[in-house]
């Protein structure tokens, strides 16, 4: 069993990494809409292996930020990111949240603080993050109506898009509530991360725990200052969701039962997102995510040696380079990005709350 990723391996996952960051000079416009994800997904995950990104992709920093655009609107200016160059269309409003994080990110793991210091214009930045509050309900979506500039009423505005307004508040500096209240309502915003609180512990849509949302939860609100919003009864209930969401074939936690259409031998010690469900590398990260805000030592209330087993010897794929989300499935850049951060979490060297490696500085 190993214990950390071998020198072997370690260059794979580089080699892997650097592949889909192949296409980023600004000559070869690129037309997916997701480029700044996988940019991003890429960039922390390098620097997260002990990669020099700032040196090595000096020169891409311009392209990254010709992805930032400031937009005069009816309803004043509003600037952020978008996901490619391709969605650059006058007279349209194609910023997003998602984006706005994946491009601040970035940019602070390339050291760029010119940038965000001087370049960032934070008033249309700020008012594009509020535009994008609910006000009945003090939740967010993640893209403003193309036309209105007013909430897409059709898109989803669940605990991902909260925990986005808050992470990008934060990075612009954003610490007090009464500096977050200068842009959004935190206190309904509070509301409704509380309502997303689930009996049984955890948090998620329609009273049904999700780790990924639940991660959401808990990062927004410890960004926020506000972990004492949480009920006593439910972070005990939480945490006890949580450590039940690591999948084991031993003890009284086995599920070594074959008429559990849901037993896979090969996902011991692996974490699943919610009951019922196969183990996946992803879900690594949310559990422990949520866990560690939860309770700092969180390394001595679950067995995280199995953890670490179950993504270097199960999801980690040692012929392409990357991890996968099972072993089933082909290695991709989110399940590597959140293989890898699950890595240095439990190391102690990993700020999950902005899914950064720890040494990134914002001074
Ligand atoms: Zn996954």
Redesign the pocket.
């Known amino acids: 069993m190993e214990s950390v990723i071998s020198e072997g391996n370690l260059k794979k996952h580089v080699r892997f990494l650097k592949r889909h960051l192949a296409l980023l000079p600004a000559s070869k416009q690129s037309y997916d809409v997701n480029r700044l994800a996988i940019v991003f997904y890429a960039m922390a995950t390098l620097s997260s292996l002990g990669e020099d990104v700032s040196h090595q992709y000096k020169e891409n920093i311009a392209w990254i930020e010709t992805n930032y655009i400031v937009r005069n609107t009816d309803v004043g200016k509003l600037s952020g990111f978008i996901g490619s160059a391709s969605l650059n269309i006058p007279g349209t409003m194609t910023l997003s949240l998602p984006n706005t994080l994946f491009g601040l990110l970035t940019i602070l793991i390339l050291k760029d603080k010119q940038f965000i210091d001087k370049k960032i214009d934070r008033e249309s930045l700020f008012h594009f993050v509020s535009q994008c509050q609910l006000r009945d309900t003090g939740s967010f979506v993640s893209v403003l109506d193309y036309h209105t500039n007013q909430p897409s009423p059709v898109d989803a505005h669940d605990l991902r898009f909260s925990y986005i307004a808050v992470a990008i508040l934060y990075i612009l500096g954003c610490r007090t509530e009464s500096d977050f209240g200068k842009y959004v309502d935190v206190i309904k915003l509070v509301e409704y991360i509380q309502n997303q609180a689930c009996d049984i512990g955890g948090f998620g849509t329609l009273g049904e725990p999700h780790a990924g949302y639940t991660s959401c939860a808990l990062s927004a609100l410890a960004l926020l200052g506000k972990l004492d919003a949480i009920d006593p009864d439910h972070k005990e209930q939480t945490i006890q969701w949580i450590l039940d969401r690591q999948v084991s074939n031993l003890g009284a936690m086995a599920t070594n039962d074959i008429s559990n259409e849901w037993y896979d031998e090969n996902d011991h010690g692996g974490f699943q ?1 919610r009951e019922n469900k196969y183990a ?4 690594a990260f949310w559990c422990l995510n949520s866990l560690k805000i939860l309770e700092p030592n969180f390394t001595e209330l679950c067995d995280t040696a199995l953890v670490k087993s179950y993504l270097l010897d199960k999801t980690q794929d040692i012929l392409t380079g990357g991890f996968m ?1 099972n072993d089933e499935e082909d290695a991709d850049i ?2 590597t990005c ?1 293989g890898v951060a699950t890595l240095r979490l439990i190391d102690g060297r990993f700020n999950g709350l902005l899914c950064i490696p720890d040494d990134v500085s914002f001074e």
């Open positions: 997102g996946d590398t992803c879900y989300k989110y399940h959140l």
